[in-house]
C-alpha cells in the first residue's frame, strides 16, 4: 500500500494552512477560508482583494503552484453603502473602485454579479438569494419525506440532525434567509 495519497493531502494541507496564515498576517480584515484544494478571502475593500490576490499569486510562485486566472472570480457584497460614501445625498464613487481590477498572471479577474463560494450563495443580483430558497425548498421535502418513514422518533431525529438541518442552515452565515 503506498502512502502518497495520504501524503499528499498532508502537504496540500500544510500548504493551504500557510496561505492562510500569510493572507491573515498581511491583509489585516481579511479572511481566508479553503475547503480542500478551493480557496477563498473575503475582504472589505478592492485595495485589500488585489493585495490577497497579489500575495496568493506569490505563495504559488514560491511553492511551484500555478493560480487559475480563468476559475478566479471577485464579487462585491454590500447591503448598503457606509455613511461616509455619500455627500449631500448623491453617492459619489469610491476611490477603490477606480483602482485596477485584481490580476492573476498577469489576466485580469473577472467581475461577476454573484458567486457560488464554497457552496453558498454571494452577489448582488438576487442570484445567490434563488441558491439559498432553493437549499431550503430541498431541507424541507427531505423533513417531510423523514418525517413519514416509518422509523422510531429517535431514528427520524437523527436524519434530521445530520441531513436536514445543515442542508438547510449552509451558507446563511452570508445570505439573509426569506421569511418562510
Known amino acids: 500500500m503506498s502512502l502518497l495519497p495520504q501524503l499528499s493531502v498532508i502537504f496540500l494541507n500544510a500548504l493551504v494552512s500557510a496561505w492562510m496564515y500569510l493572507v491573515e498576517e498581511e491583509v489585516p480584515g481579511a479572511e481566508p477560508q479553503a475547503f480542500a484544494d478551493d480557496t477563498e478571502v473575503v475582504t472589505r475593500t478592492k485595495p485589500d482583494m488585489t493585495r490577497a490576490v497579489a500575495l496568493t499569486e506569490e505563495f504559488c510562485g514560491d511553492t511551484g503552484q500555478r493560480p487559475n486566472a480563468r476559475?478566479?472570480?471577485?464579487?462585491?457584497?454590500?447591503?448598503?453603502?457606509?455613511?461616509?460614501?455619500?455627500e449631500g445625498g448623491r453617492k459619489r464613487k469610491r476611490k477603490s473602485e477606480a483602482e485596477a481590477n485584481p490580476r492573476i498572471a498577469g489576466q485580469e479577474v473577472e467581475k461577476v454579479a454573484w458567486l457560488k463560494c464554497l457552496?453558498?450563495?454571494?452577489?448582488?443580483?438576487?442570484?445567490?438569494?434563488?441558491?439559498?430558497?432553493?437549499?431550503?425548498?430541498?431541507?424541507?421535502k427531505i423533513a417531510k419525506r423523514a418525517g413519514k418513514l416509518p422509523l422510531p422518533q429517535e431514528k427520524k431525529e437523527r436524519i434530521y440532525a445530520s441531513v436536514v438541518i445543515p442542508k438547510a442552515i449552509y451558507g446563511v452565515e452570508v445570505q439573509e434567509p426569506e421569511k418562510k
Open 71 to 86: 476559475k478566479s472570480k471577485w464579487t462585491v457584497v454590500r447591503a448598503k453603502r457606509p455613511p461616509d460614501e455619500e
Open 119 to 140: 457552496g453558498a450563495g454571494l452577489g448582488t443580483d438576487g442570484g445567490a438569494q434563488k441558491v439559498l430558497s432553493s437549499r431550503l425548498d430541498e431541507a424541507s
